[in-house]
């Protein structure tokens, strides 16, 4: 009985799901893991920028979902039932694994890139239906919760199979429809469950790592800052100065999302959690795609012509789309009591940026690159601006009636 025990240990099954934490620090293995979905999402957002076109942007945001599933499904396993034991070790490392054959086999030939791609997605799948079902043999009262989540899985996993034996358009079309699958199992969950589902709730842990997440979409920004100056021929003063505006622009993006996303709890029940994690997908692939825009601007606007239209169009839209995400995010977060007026004052403000972005997106205006990025920096400095002045009066007033 002992030698048992001391093997189960040794071996660390999966923390039980009734077992809860009311703070818990992410672990190193848990940044570890990160690392390589750092890796995939620099590896799809190159091939973008490489490869700008319709068809490029669509195998782009499925890369990024399926990339988004598979990170978000490994940090949930690891949530609710990672150990420090063996086992939630070899799983994360059997999972980095398969991520990094997947961004291996982006870079395969053309003739065998399609198929080196299925059979790693193929992978990923299968293995996360695994760590699911696999749960159940240790924990019983998992079992009812994760058998939507195994069958749909294995309907998506059949699917992609049958794609081995499909040409285009049809291989996209079924692997888009397996996306909306993978994504489906909490709301099947939910409506068969209903009471127990209303007890499963995003932890403070998961949102901190949504948000590390985050920071990673936010560094290949960044580096898209960073490459588009780096392409040109000569680095002048005016180029700096479109260099400093360009990063500025990221740092007052990454202000307004960590300000009113942020240390904030999201709504009690698993749809309220199912959804403000679906809400980050939009809004992070709109960083992705501010990415390869802000690479490919530097060098665009020295000649203009339609590609420099396409950039500029969806450098629009996609401002658009994170500040619609954001605002979109609020109503599934607790606000203190309190602050529901101030809420709703954020929530008008963003729709007010929304609005001003797309309507100088229609407009099309021929400005120069500096006086683009200038006008761009100060719709959102004047959003940050408002927003900071309506937090510090909502604020003085509260201590004054504390008073």
């Known amino acids: 009985m002992a030698a048992t025990k001391k093997s189960n240990t040794w071996w660390g099954p999966p923390k039980k799901f009734t077992t809860q934490f009311e703070e818990r620090k992410i672990s190193w293995l848990e940044l570890f893991y990160d690392l390589v979905y750092v890796i995939a999402i620099s590896k799809i957002t190159h091939h973008l920028a490489t490869n700008f076109s319709f068809s490029g942007m669509l195998d782009y945001l499925y890369f990024f979902v399926m990339i988004f599933w598979g990170w978000l499904n490994g940090s949930l396993y690891h949530d609710l039932h990672g150990s420090a034991g063996l086992r939630t070790r070899l799983m994360t490392l059997w999972q980095m694994m398969i991520v990094s054959a997947l961004v291996i086999t982006l870079d395969s030939a053309p003739p065998n890139r399609?198929?080196?791609?299925?059979?790693?997605?193929?992978?990923m799948q299968v293995f996360i239906t695994y760590l699911?079902?696999?749960?159940g043999i240790y924990d019983k009262h998992h079992r009812k919760l994760n058998r939507p989540y195994?069958?749909?899985?294995?309907?998506?996993?059949?699917?992609?199979?049958?794609?081995?034996?499909?040409?285009?358009?049809?291989v996209r079309i079924i692997f888009y429809i397996t996306l909306l699958l993978n994504y489906a199992p909490p709301f099947l969950t939910h409506t068969l469950l209903k009471k127990e589902s209303l007890e499963l709730t995003l932890s403070s842990s998961m949102s901190e790592r949504l948000g590390l997440f985050t920071i990673i979409i936010f560094g290949e920004v960044a580096l898209g800052v960073v490459n588009g100056v780096s392409g040109l021929k000569e680095l002048s003063f005016k180029i700096w100065l479109n260099f400093g505006l360009a990063i500025s622009i990221v740092f007052s993006l990454w202000w307004i999302f960590f300000t009113l996303i942020s240390d904030r709890n999201c709504k009690r029940g698993m749809i309220n959690s199912s959804l403000l994690e679906l809400l980050y997908i939009p809004t992070l692939i709109a960083l992705g795609l501010l990415s390869v825009t802000l690479s490919e601007l530097f060098e665009s606007f020295s000649h203009i012509n339609l590609h420099l239209n396409i950039l500029k169009m969806t450098f629009g839209f996609s401002l658009s789309l994170f500040l619609l995400g954001i605002n979109t995010m609020l109503f599934f977060l607790e606000y203190p009591s309190?602050?529901?007026?101030?809420?709703?004052k954020v929530q008008n403000i963003l729709w007010i940026g929304i609005i001003i972005f797309l309507i100088l997106t229609g407009i099309n205006l021929q400005l120069s690159l500096f006086t683009y990025l200038l006008v761009t920096l100060f719709i959102l400095v004047s959003i940050i601006f408002v927003l900071n002045q309506s937090w510090y009066k909502l604020n003085s007033t509260s201590k004054h009636n504390e008073d």
């Open 114 to 123: 399609l198929f080196n791609a299925t059979i790693a997605v193929m992978f």
């Open 338 to 344: 309190d602050t529901t007026n101030f809420k709703k």
């Open 150 to 170: 195994t069958i749909i899985y294995l309907i998506s996993f059949a699917l992609m199979f049958l794609t081995l034996f499909l040409e285009q358009p049809y």
């Open 132 to 135: 699911w079902w696999s749960v």
